[in-house]
């Protein structure tokens, strides 16, 4: 367990002391996408779903996802987030909507949590505006693609 540094030598968990880390500019990015019915789809892209525009509050969502990650993962720091981007694109190739989501800070630990929560919040918004029309609707490919800044340097998927 001493490669995993969200536990102690006894194996319990704790939050990782990030005080004697370099503050550093660091950025994150995740994708995700939310796959549909070609109808739901249209719906969407169309702007006539019942609950509004749904990228646009999937965007917000994603936004105040990401602000609220250490409420909702118990052991991020709580970090000064500079930035968020929540970019949903149309993909008629899957059905469905493409999520990337960036965060920037500058500070002593990095923010990949924060762009996966981004991404997350976001998916299940779509999820949660057009469920009544499409219960088959899917949540996948949830991932890092960038991560850059601290120690570890940079990091990009292939």
């Given at each position: ?28 990015t ?60 149309q993909?008629p190739?899957?059905?469905g ?42 949540i ?19």
């Open positions: 367990m001493s490669d995993l540094t969200h536990f102690n030598d006894q194996g319990h968990a704790h939050m990782v002391d990030v005080s004697e880390k370099a503050v550093t500019s660091r950025v994150a995740a994708e995700g996408w939310v796959k549909m019915a070609p109808e739901t789809f249209a719906l969407i892209t169309e702007g006539r779903a019942k609950k509004g525009d749904v990228i646009g509050v999937a965007r917000l969502a994603g936004i105040m996802g990401a602000k609220k990650t250490p409420e909702l993962i118990p052991l991020c720091h709580p970090l000064p987030v500079t930035k968020v981007t929540v970019d949903l694109t993909d190739d899957l059905p909507l493409r999520i990337e989501a960036t965060v920037k800070t500058t500070g002593q630990t990095g923010v990949e949590m924060e762009a996966l929560t981004a991404v997350s919040v976001a998916a299940l918004t779509v999820y949660d505006m057009v469920k009544a029309v499409d219960k088959a609707m899917e996948g490919g949830t991932r890092v693609i960038l991560k850059d800044g601290g120690k570890s340097g940079r990091y990009e998927a292939s």
